[in-house]
């Protein structure tokens, strides 16, 4: 395993397995993010993380949550840099990145979920994310979160009910 051998200090090995995942790293930073160039220094940032604290993972199997944690947490760390520079509140991020839609009459149910989805707040619309999109486990979603199990159950919860109402609305 890659992991393995990168804590055995195989520099090819950790080429190897930047190669592997970067592109995935990238992607789950420009999700969090929505900025490309931001989205690539985040990637940088979580590279030199893994780098100094690999040899600290214990459990070599975990990697994928250890890693998306790592994204998680310097993309937060990115959008709250980005909002004290600019002096915003969340609220003005969502509704500039997430504005409301209309309601124009459109009935495909996807574009409807999603516009819904984009009006949750962070933590909901996130763990909706890890959960149905990249199939993470309720522990995963905890782990990567850095949150307890609980209030992961209890986000989840209380996303689909916010859906649920907002559904039926439509």
């Known amino acids: 395993m890659l992991v ?5 200090g195989k520099k ?10 970067n592109s995935s790293v990238v992607k789950q ?11 690539k220094d985040i990637a940088q940032e979580t590279w030199a993380s893994v780098v100094k604290g690999l040899g600290r993972l ?4 975990k990697f994928a ?18 909002q004290k520079a600019r002096g915003i509140n969340q609220r003005d991020v969502e509704n500039e990145l997430y504005p409301r839609q209309s ?13 819904l989805i984009k009006t949750l707040p962070d933590d909901q619309r996130n ?11 309720v522990n995963e979603i905890a782990e990567i ?3 307890p199990k609980g209030t992961v159950k209890s986000r989840l919860f209380t996303a689909r009910e916010h859906l649920k109402q907002e559904l039926k609305l439509k």
């Open 4 to 8: 393995i051998q990168c804590q055995e």
């Open 12 to 21: 090819k090995a950790f080429g190897m397995l930047v190669n592997q995942w």
């Open 29 to 39: 930073a420009y999700w969090y993010c929505k900025d490309g160039s931001a989205a």
């Open 58 to 61: 214990h459990d070599p199997t």
């Open 65 to 82: 949550v250890w890693l998306n944690r790592i994204i998680y947490h310097k993309s937060a760390d990115w959008i709250r840099r980005q």
């Open 103 to 115: 309601d124009q009459g459109d009935n495909n149910k996807i574009e409807v979920m999603l516009s």
């Open 127 to 137: 763990i909706l994310t890890l959960f149905y999109l990249k199939e993470y486990n």
């Open 145 to 147: 979160l850095s949150i």
